[in-house]
């Protein structure tokens, strides 16, 4: 008699961070669909739910193959009952209708568009476009930034740093250190080797970028972080307190910002055309991040502004409930050990936390 023993077709770690996760992956159609899904949800406010999609779209991303059918999943975490449902409904009609429902639904629309402009939760979009943020720049900031666009920034921010504090280093972090082609911001994470040198480093080069006319719109918050006897802060929160930036830069096609009067009206809040699309001038607007950290912290900080959020969360999921540690985008502290462990690299974290080291391009998640 002939005995059938079932091997896997795939397998898979059950934390994201424990895997690697590029990008698109081999199931775009699955990962598409469960993505909506998470959005949808998250802009219901149900995070509980999101999250659930989210997982469930990670672990189709890291396949290193397609999904053929429903038997292939046989065994693999992080998939619930509903993912499972969607799922089944692609493979089997090439579509799921709930997606489409969503897609169609006309709250999923105009949620998706707002938060599509900054990438933010739901509460920060609606504060940003009260502010008149969105409306005055949206053209702009719902198209995406390219890397050409971000290695110009980056050209202009290292510019900028190295006059007021010579010596200071400049990162690219987020979504273009991670390898993407294009994202929804450039974010920077600026750091000093000499402990305290970087204090009130924001706001300086945020004076500087101003004066050279580079920035639309900037809101400044300081660094409030202090570490404290009891471990850093919850685990749960993802909001650091690093001196930070929110801004929209002016990146020009090439030269000088002031170099035309239009532009200089323009930075000034004195627009004659709102409605004008960038083709007609000679500059667009792009979102930045500028976000300071000190040396002592800076492995942390740039491991945390790397992302993805979900790979980040995952990771401070895994050092809770795996390895009893907390850790932020600022340090990773012991509770069984009641201390912080330093880390001069992300190499050092992973390690600290036990788990074999993630290269950026493979937190994708
Ligand atoms: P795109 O910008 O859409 O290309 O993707 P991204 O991954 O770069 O996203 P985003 O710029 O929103 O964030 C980059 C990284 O910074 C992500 O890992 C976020 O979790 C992290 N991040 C964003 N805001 C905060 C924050 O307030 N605190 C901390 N610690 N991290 C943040
Ligand atoms: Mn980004
Ligand atoms: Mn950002």
Not at 129 to 154: M, W
Request: glycine residues 8%.
């Amino acid at each position: 008699e002939e005995q059938s023993v079932e091997v896997p077709v795939f397998s898979a770690a059950s934390y994201v961070c424990q895997r690697h996760t590029g990008q698109p992956g081999h199931n775009p159609l699955l990962t598409e669909s469960l993505a909506v899904l998470a959005e949808s949800a998250e802009l219901n406010g149900d995070e509980g739910r999101g999250l659930a999609f989210r997982r469930s779209e990670a672990l189709l991303r890291s396949l290193d193959r397609r999904v053929q059918g429903m038997t292939d999943l046989r065994g693999l975490p992080c998939l619930g009952e509903h993912s499972r449902r969607v799922i089944q409904d692609v493979l089997v009609n090439g579509r799921s209708s709930e997606v489409e429902e969503t897609k169609a639904s006309s709250r999923y629309k105009a949620m998706k568009v707002l938060t599509g402009v900054f990438g933010v939760g739901v509460k920060t979009a609606k504060r940003w476009f009260t502010e008149g943020i969105c409306l005055k720049h949206y053209a702009d900031l719902n198209q995406p930034v390219t890397r050409d666009e971000a290695d110009s920034v980056s050209v202009t921010v290292e510019a900028a740093v190295c006059s007021v504090l010579p010596g200071a280093q400049v990162t690219l972090a987020g979504g273009f250190r991670r390898g993407k082609t294009s994202g929804h911001d450039v974010d920077f994470l600026i750091t000093h080797p000499d402990e305290g040198k970087e204090e009130g480093l924001v706001r300086k080069v945020v004076a500087c970028l101003e004066s050279r006319g580079f920035l639309l719109y900037h809101q400044t918050t300081k660094n409030t972080y202090q570490e404290s006897a009891q471990g850093a802060g919850r685990p749960s929160s993802n909001m650091d307190r690093f001196e930070r930036c929110f801004s929209i830069f002016k990146l020009t096609n090439g030269g000088d910002p002031r170099d035309t009067r239009r532009a200089q009206e323009q930075a000034e809040g004195r627009e004659p055309d709102q409605t004008a699309s960038a083709g007609s001038r000679p500059w667009r607007a792009v979102r930045v991040d500028l976000v300071v950290s000190p040396i002592s912290q800076f492995a942390f900080a740039l491991l945390g502004w790397t992302g993805s959020k979900l790979f980040e969360r995952e990771m401070r999921r895994w050092a809770v409930h795996e390895k009893s540690m907390t850790l932020s985008s600022h340090a990773l502290y012991d509770k069984n050990q009641e201390r912080y462990l330093r880390a001069s690299s992300e190499e050092e974290i992973f390690s600290h936390l036990g788990l074999e080291y993630v290269s950026p391009s493979g937190r994708n998640a």
